[in-house]
Nanobody, 121 residues
């Protein structure tokens, strides 16, 4: 079965940095787009950043200039480097991948369990 496992979350002070990682494992033929989403208490889940299989990124306006998304296709892993963190960045961050399990199948979305990021003094 396909699994996405996030790591790297934690507690940091405003202005600090964190690096999130998400590794996909299991029966995978190919991975198309990957991305990061977040959900704060009382709010809907929102897109943070996505990246295509060729490495083209897309960011939410709220994180542009502060966050960087990247991927290592050989490791089926996507990263999110978060700098200049603000209290409003506090949320559970979820990894997402659009992938095919076989050459004859069509793409399906998978989600990780999430990792907590807390920015506070």
């Amino acid at each position: 079965q396909v699994q996405l496992v996030e790591s790297g979350g934690g507690l940091v002070q405003p202005g600090g940095s964190l690096r999130l990682s998400c590794a996909a494992s299991g029966s995978i033929f190919s991975i198309n787009a990957m991305g990061w989403y977040r959900q704060a208490p009382g709010k809907e889940r929102e897109l943070v950043a996505t990246i295509t299989s060729s490495g083209s990124p897309n960011y939410a306006d709220s994180v542009k200039g502060r966050f960087t998304i990247s991927r290592d296709n050989a490791k089926n892993t996507v990263y999110l480097q978060m700098n200049s963190l603000k209290p409003e960045d506090t949320a559970v961050y979820y990894c997402n991948a659009d992938l095919k399990r076989a050459i004859w199948s069509y793409p399906t979305n998978y989600w990780g369990q999430g990792t907590q990021v807390t920015v506070s003094s």
